[in-house]
């Protein structure tokens, strides 16, 4: 019987696709992705009510060398079932979702064939309703339907064609132009830079950006390339964040946007080379909607520093509901402190993803980026750069995050056992307070040190994740050698 189950990874489905890395056996296979695809359209057919020939389906990919092998197959799992599909060519994630919701296209589900910033021989598939993206529960219901499905060798729904990327790009124009309050070229006079690190990122600066009017002469990498030749696209990796920040400062570009492979994350560098991403970008992003909604709740992840939450809480107003890791989490968590009537206008995690309750709480990097361009832009007529805005947000001066590899066949249980000894343990050390309000994991600061620690498990690897940060010169090495102690204990967890 076939099984699918371990191709989960939250509420993505994700696997090997290519050959060529050694140990690394492809498990996202055609079979693989035809039968998920069929699934989908068969949840989607039960959730509308409506017959699969009565549907059709959106599907898009990133530059992935894969791309066209997997999208093959989801078409014939799709068309299989009956139901009809859209192929939607290079897209970005959030496009894709939009794909579902915008007046010109209004698809049933759509379908994105993405691995994020994965190495290229990877590649897997998100899925989304009208209603947003899917949760892991109905991913797993889809993975469990898959393996179940009987053989159907003709191929009975249709296929045709559809550019997804033009009626979103406008939507994306008309955000700027709105909130601007200006003319059909609000972005006249500015060199923006776009770094697509060889993703699908590259339409920004063609289809939203130089129709504004914006010089985008200077932008980088735009042309997809599954090869990924120039840096990983990744807000997060140091490599990237370094060549957009030349990118800007080489050329004097009033702002330069980076990309991850998708384009539901980003990060910025502003004129003045300050780097926006991780705290200084959810500390950005937090100043323009503070304005907006004075008193909000801002929602982020657990891994947020104490300086962060000293800014937003003592600087701009705000309430800083630090989360758990996992975009899904922190947007759920948004969602739901809404519907309580808590004004929570974004949910933001340090990896860049980032969703706004007003536009369909979808994590768009491309959305996040039209923020910061409306806001640079309101600043020039002030005399005023992005930097500006998070002036009295201060960096830790130090911080590590540590990897520790469980090799325990249980992992969970085994993570679960050393976080419950770990709480016993704080209580022989005076100098840890526990952190009152934490949602994962466990989080200590130690004063004496100036700093914190927060150790958690993994979301999706057989990992213990040690996160320190310190205001102290060596801060962060003193706290790990008064946690190192306590982690000796355990054989089967690895510590470098």
């Known amino acids: 019987m076939k099984n699918y189950l371990h191709l989960q990874n939250g509420s993505d489905v994700r696997g090997v696709a290519l050959p060529g890395v050694e140990g690394e056996e492809v498990t996202l296979t055609p079979e693989a992705a035809s039968d998920i695809a069929a699934a989908f359209a068969i949840w989607i057919s039960e959730k509308t009510g409506k017959d699969p020939d009565d549907l059709e389906i959106s599907v898009g990919t990133d530059s992935r060398l894969s791309a066209n092998i997997i999208k093959k197959s989801v078409f014939e799992g799709l068309r299989k079932t009956g139901a009809n599909c859209a192929d939607c060519g290079i897209a970005s994630t ?26 290229w021989n990877r590649n897997g598939l998100k899925f989304f309703s009208p209603s947003g993206g899917l949760e892991k529960k109905e991913i797993m219901t889809i993975l469990e339907l898959a393996a179940q499905l009987p053989l159907i060798d003709e191929d009975q729904g249709k296929k045709r064609n559809f550019n997804v990327i033009d009626p979103y790009s406008g939507y994306l124009r008309r955000i700027i132009t709105d909130q601007t309050g200006t003319d059909e070229t609000p972005l006249s006079g500015f060199k923006i830079a776009v770094d697509a690190g060889n993703g699908a990122g ?3 600066a063609e289809k939203v950006l130089k129709p504004l009017g914006a010089d985008i002469s200077f932008s980088q990498f735009l042309e997809p390339d599954g090869r990924f030749p120039n840096h990983v696209p990744n807000p997060e990796d140091q490599t990237a964040m370094a060549a957009a920040k030349k990118m800007v400062t080489d050329n004097r570009c009033d702002l330069g946007l980076i990309f991850d492979t998708d384009v539901d994350r980003a990060g910025a560098v502003d004129i003045t080379g300050e780097v926006f991403s991780r705290n200084r970008l959810i500390g950005l992003l937090a100043a323009i909607e503070a304005r907006r909604h004075p008193g909000c709740t801002i929602v982020t992840d657990s891994v947020t520093s104490d300086q962060l939450s000293d800014f937003l809480t003592n600087k701009l107003g705000c309430i800083h509901h630090r989360y758990k890791r996992g975009y899904r989490n922190v947007i759920n968590e948004c969602i739901r402190l809404n519907k309580e009537g808590i004004n929570c206008p974004i949910a933001i995690e340090t990896s860049g993803h980032c969703a706004y309750a007003e536009n369909y709480f979808l994590d768009d990097g491309a959305y996040l980026s039209c923020k910061l361009i409306i806001e640079m832009a309101r600043l020039r007529i002030e005399g005023k750069t992005l930097s500006d805005v998070i002036r009295d947000l201060r960096d830790p001066l130090e911080s590590s995050e540590m990897r520790l590899k469980i090799r325990n066949q249980d992992p969970t249980a085994y993570s679960k056992r050393i976080l419950g000894d770990l709480k016993d343990y704080a209580k022989q050390k005076s100098t840890w307070k526990i952190a009152e309000k934490n949602y994962e994991g466990l989080r200590f600061s130690l004063p004496e040190f100036a700093g914190w620690f927060l150790l958690r498990a993994s979301l999706h690897d057989p990992l213990l994740v040690l996160n320190i940060e310190s205001d102290q010169e060596n801060g962060v090495v003193s706290i790990f050698n008064d946690l190192k102690p306590f982690l000796d204990q355990y054989q089967e967890l690895e510590i470098r």
């Open 94 to 119: 959030p496009a894709m979702f939009m794909s579902t919701v915008l007046p010109s296209c209004q698809f049933n589900g759509s379908i994105m064939i993405t691995a994020s910033h994965l190495p």
């Open 202 to 204: 590259g339409f920004f």
